[in-house]
């Protein structure tokens, strides 16, 4: 009824598309054989390396974020390799799905929906395996259905504290440009993401940064296809081997120009924006909380993750809510995953192209729903939020 105006997609991912992202893809198709498309690609290559912080290889597939995934894994493993994987919601074990699919043997640690990856249980795993069967280590950064952040750094010196060579690989599908993550100073061999989230860019390109270690480990490997493999991709002789074919052309226009704007904003004040709105929306639902059923599915603040957040809100209300927030006021909020009754949860986005009026407008919409339709509730939460928002102002 009062959803007519401009429409927020407040899922975690695909993102808000900025104008400037998509003016920039709105032209003709370029020529593929030569000129500015080939001069704008090179130019992207050393900007994706800033974002991951690394000096080290990155790619560009045609392909979602599970194409990466699979990219990334088929470099390095062998057919019948061990992968260890550390779940904290859906999406490391989706990953680990993927390589048992290619042919590797999967062995997971299961930390819940709530707590992040327990570092000494991994010492355990990693310590017990005294044959060295496991070739890498599986973490997800962000996991985007339970919003919780793992400690992917200290995942590293634990690696190194019981001596295990295993490769580390990260997914940074819903963090990278969101949360900050050092792939170099952290030792993380290979890095995923992919377009349609902190980066601002529709579906359909997937990054795979990777070392030295991991390149020498493409040597070994037996799992790579013609079209994942890496090799030819990061040393091409001719343009069409960055995408094994055809460019995605328009999709690289939009990328150059979202890596502009994060770029131009610096990345550290990307990651800082998104921590002061992230703690906009924390402040609101512990508020919402006090004396209802609201509450945020990750206790510790140190472990949630600055670009979703999963919220509980009790019977069946995680569905009511987003019907009602988007019928009624124009505001799509993401569905529960990850957590069971999945209709109890839901979850906001706030990654990428995200300021502070929009969070704000969407914690608003959803004090009316929660108003609305009776869901348990305690108040305060705009004051809270609008507090955190003027501090954090305030001290920049
Ligand atoms: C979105 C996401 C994926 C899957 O990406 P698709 O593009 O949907 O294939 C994997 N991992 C994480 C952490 C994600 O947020």
């Known amino acids: ?10 899922i975690p991912g695909p993102s808000v598309m900025p104008d400037r992202v998509l003016n920039a893809m709105h032209r003709p ?10 001069e704008m690609t090179h130019s992207l290559i050393p900007d994706l390396r800033k974002i991951a912080r690394t000096r080290h290889q990155a790619t560009i597939y045609i392909a979602n974020g599970h194409g990466a995934w699979e990219a990334a894994l088929s470099n390095v493993l062998s057919r019948g390799d061990t992968v260890l994987v550390l779940a904290t919601g859906r999406f490391c074990i989706g990953w680990g799905e993927m390589a048992r699919g290619i042919g590797a043997k999967v062995e997971t640690i299961d930390f819940g929906t709530q707590d992040d990856i327990d570092l000494d249980k991994v010492a355990k795993a990693l310590t017990a395996d005294t044959a060295r069967r496991i070739k890498a280590v599986l973490a997800v950064h962000v996991d985007t259905s339970t919003s919780i952040k793992n400690d992917i750094a200290g995942l590293r010196k634990t690696m190194d504290r019981v001596g295990h060579p295993a ?7 819903a963090s990278m440009g969101c949360d900050p993550f050092e792939m170099d100073e952290w030792g993380v061999d290979v890095t995923v993401s992919a377009s349609q989230k902190g980066l ?28 994942w493999d890496w090799k030819p991709r990061v040393r091409p002789t001719s343009y069409h081997q960055y995408f094994d074919g055809t ?16 770029l131009e904003e610096g990345l550290a004040n990307v990651w800082a924006r998104h921590h002061a709105l992230a703690r906009a929306i924390w402040a609101a639902c512990e ?14 603040p140190a472990k949630r993750g600055n670009s979703v957040t999963s919220i509980f809100a009790g019977n069946g209300a995680g569905d009511l809510l987003r019907d009602w927030t988007e019928r009624s006021a124009g ?13 109890d949860y839901f979850r906001i986005g706030h990654m990428g192209h995200v ?14 729903g929660l108003t609305a339709l009776d869901i348990p509730h305690g108040p305060g939460a705009l004051a809270a939020a609008t507090n955190v928002i003027a501090e954090a102002v305030a001290r920049a």
Not at 288 to 300: A, E, S, T
Not at 331 to 343: C, M
Request: hydrophobic share 45%.
């Open 1 to 10: 009824m009062l959803a007519n105006g401009r429409q927020l997609l407040a």
């Open 29 to 38: 198709a370029p020529n593929i054989y030569t000129g500015e498309l080939h």
């Open 167 to 173: 490769l580390l690989m990260a997914d940074c599908i």
């Open 200 to 227: 601002m860019t529709p579906p359909g390109l997937g990054f795979v940064w990777f070392n030295d270690k991991a390149e020498a480990a493409r040597e070994g490997a037996n799992c790579v296809t013609g079209y």
């Open 247 to 262: 460019a995605p052309t328009h999709h690289l226009y939009g990328l150059r120009a979202a890596l502009d704007m994060i």
């Open 287 to 300: 508020a919402w909380g006090k004396g209802g059923v609201v509450r945020l599915n990750v206790d510790d």
């Open 331 to 343: 505001v799509t909020l993401g569905i529960g995953l990850g957590r069971e009754p999945a209709q």
């Open 355 to 368: 300021n502070a009026h929009m969070v704000l407008g969407t914690l608003a919409t959803i004090q009316a």
